[in-house]
């Protein structure tokens, strides 16, 4: 199991935690608006971290941070990621996953196993967009509704988000994925910012007027949303 890029502190990735980002090596989508386009399918110019590395780095923080943040590309690729994650937990850390939704059984598998504390999933669009907006075409959506109805019936904290690009995303698509996750505990909508590290460029955001006129909106059917990074 390898890592990618470390955020040493993060007051936003955890809610309510003090917490450091794991970025894992590796992703099976391919979002165009992607901002760790590098870790997606790496090369030998990623610089990689090994688990005794990063556990070493962990030992160095106990007692000054309350979690981790396991991110990506997608974690839930590795095969190593439970075995890393009850290391972790022995060194007295709350875990945070972020998944794309793609391994339902992994997931089911992580959360009975009690050793996952939140849980963050990326909701890409409605069904009807999700393969372009991943760009895979000729995705098969129904893993990811295994995913929501996993998430929607388990008994640990979680949230959805959905990343907003002008280019995917309009104000009714955000509606019709509030109305698809109806029941969640909690839902972000992200607006996205182009910088180099995005995989493909020309993507744009919506303005920060634009997009909290579509927590409004949303809030219509979805009571609570919030707007995350603007």
């Known amino acids: 199991m390898k890592f990618g890029l470390i955020n040493k502190l993060t007051l936003l990735d955890y809610p ?4 450091c980002t794991l970025f894992t090596v590796g992703c099976n989508f391919n979002c165009p608006f992607c901002q760790n386009s590098s870790l997606i399918t790496p090369d030998n110019t990623v610089q990689t ?4 590395k990063i556990l070493g780095f962990l030992k160095t923080r106990q007692g000054l941070l309350d979690g981790v943040c396991i991110s990506g590309g997608e974690p839930l690729l590795n095969s190593a990621l439970d075995e890393f994650i009850r290391e972790v ?3 007295g850390f709350l875990v945070k996953l972020d998944t794309n939704g793609s391994f339902p059984q992994k997931l089911a598998e992580l959360i009975d196993s009690g050793q ?6 990326d909701i890409k669009n409605t069904p009807g967009k999700y393969a372009r907006t991943i760009g895979l075409p000729g995705f098969d ?3 990811i509704e295994d995913s929501i109805r996993l998430l929607l019936s388990c008994n640990i904290p979680y949230e959805f988000r959905t990343t907003v690009v002008r280019e995917f ?5 955000l ?3 509030a109305q698809w996750i109806s029941g969640a505990e909690r839902y972000y909508l992200q607006g996205f910012v182009d910088s180099d590290g995005v995989l493909f460029g020309g993507l744009n955001g919506y303005s920060k ?6 927590v409004q909106r949303v809030n219509a059917v979805f009571p609570g949303v919030e707007l995350r990074g603007i």
């Open 209 to 214: 007027e634009e997009m909290q006129d579509f």
């Open 16 to 19: 309510e935690k003090t917490a």
């Open 175 to 177: 509606v019709s994925v």
């Open 116 to 121: 996952i504390d939140y849980i963050a999933m």
């Open 169 to 173: 995303h309009t104000v009714e698509d």
């Open 49 to 52: 971290q090994s688990v005794s």
């Open 141 to 143: 959506v129904n893993i």
């Open 89 to 91: 937990k022995e060194l």
